[in-house]
């Protein structure tokens, strides 16, 4: 009945769905939760708000690709990201840059760093905190251990609960110093957000006559893998099968539970027009939280009040929270490859997104990747 099956239908699944379904496949797409978009979802909160219900999601991508092909699904609103972090009790700019430099320290002291990072580095480069602490350049390395405490070091323990060493390029990676004065939180080419949000362009997408789809259904009511076979209600499923949750779940936990990071996010109303002075404001040091971010200057509205969440990180426990990280330690690695290993024993399975491949990808890497595997599978 069906050719390809799709168990989750966030941005990985429902992209796979829609190009399935478009070149004549009729695919079965299966949803745990009771909405699709997985945690893009963003709904019209009650004071009128477009807030998205697990947390901020800014789309921005260098791909062209990527960029027209969800363009067919959304208009867009131009709308270019911007970050502060308070440092001793003041928001500034971030990524650190000039701008940054000039707002917490001195004049004489901020015209020498930028100076510094002029000598060592290009104009418009970003250089991760890490690159910049091995730095032999004293100012540098003065620059490099400012940042550290002030904005990475603690944030990260909180944000991840390990010490920064356990954490991978691919976190670090995220903290650089921008040579150059632009406040702007990211540099890719096309940044903008779906003009009524990521569920209606998920919505969009899924709206084809060739896919079925399930919400609030959990995988194992209709599927089932016995020996290296997958069954679909029961009788042997021989087309595609897309799996793009934990991959532990899949295997019932047989070598052990896979660690996610997860966040319990604490929305509230508060009596303001605008709250803070950036969309996001992020809090290293003195609270519990890691960010607040307040949507309405995401996607604009004008209503008496504002809507914020405040993001307390916590380790994920299965039916409690919401995986939203993996957690990358050497441990966690070599569990997941193990199950990677197993799951290659399935010829007619495919592994797509950040929970099935247990990567830290971007909205625009799933959006990528899955268009990559339809590519491969078709
Ligand atoms: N980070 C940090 N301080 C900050 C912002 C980010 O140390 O002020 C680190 C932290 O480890 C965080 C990572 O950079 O988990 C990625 O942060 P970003 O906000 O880019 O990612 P998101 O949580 O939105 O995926």
Redesign the pocket.
Known sequence: MFDVVIIGAGLAGSVLAERFASSGKKVLLIERRQHVAGNCYDEVDANGILIHKY??H?FHTDDAQVWSYLSRFTDWHLYFHR?E?VVDGKPVP?PFNFNTLHAVFPKSLADKLEAALLRNFEYGKKIPILELKKSADADLQFLADFIYEK???H??EK??GLS?DK?SGA??A??PVLVGRDNN?FSDRFQAMPKLGYGVLVKNMLNHKNIKLLLNTDFKEVMELRGEQTYLFRKKFKGRLIYTGQLDELFNKKFGTLPYRSIDMKYETVDTEIFQSAP?V?Y?NNCDF??ITEFKQIHPAKTPRTTIVKEYPLDYVAGKNEPY?PLFTDEARGAYEKYFDELSKFKNITAVGRLAEYR?Y?IDDVVKRALDVFAELN
């Open positions: 947390g901020p800014l970050v972090a971030i904005i990475f070091l944030y990260s944000q991840w920064p954490l976190v670090t995220r903290v939180y996001v992020n290293p890691t960010r990280y830290y971007d």
